[in-house]
């Protein structure tokens, strides 16, 4: 697919972030240039894949709840912008074969493990295992990523910072809390 109106997406929408929220990119050279990638973090409004749009110079393939495919229109839409529809009510195998295919496509996967927008700003809420999981079947490595600062555009704070990338090798359980933790470390580096 040529995710043509991803492409021109992202051709308006990094600029109107920078001109209105002053968005920041940190640790972009820390995504991989080529082979599967699950881009991993906080989720802080309605707006948050948007702005990862502006961000990467590779496609982003963002996991997105299925009520937002709902019409003809919006699924033609959301697919065009390399959107995978989840049903966050049911353990949704086809989303998981579509995004394994994807990561063994050598494509990049964006995920919020915290599953919903976390309105509390200061408490990260439990991350879901989808990440890791991915990242375990696949072999791909996740590259942790922060969202910090507000889409207030007066006070034009809005800062994304990627981390290092890594492999999941062990416990699921475990390695779901190492991510929940270099997530907490970029969002309290994003703050500084």
Sequence with gaps: MDYIVYRTLKFIIKPFFMLIHGVKYEG???IPKSGGVILAGNHTGNTDALLMLGGPKRIVHMMAKKELFKTRFTNA???SMACISVDRS???E???DEATKVLKNGDVIGIFPEGTVNKTKDIILPFKYGAVSFAKKTNCYIVPFSITGSYN???RNIK???GKPY???GDL???NEKLMRKVIDLIKKGRE
């Design 173 to 175: 359980e475990k390695e």
């Design 28 to 30: 972009l050279e820390n």
């Design 94 to 96: 086809n989303a998981k």
């Design 167 to 169: 492999k999941v090798t």
């Design 90 to 92: 049911i353990h949704d």
């Design 160 to 162: 994304l910072t990627y």
């Design 77 to 79: 839409f959301f697919r």
């Design 153 to 155: 555009i007066f006070k």
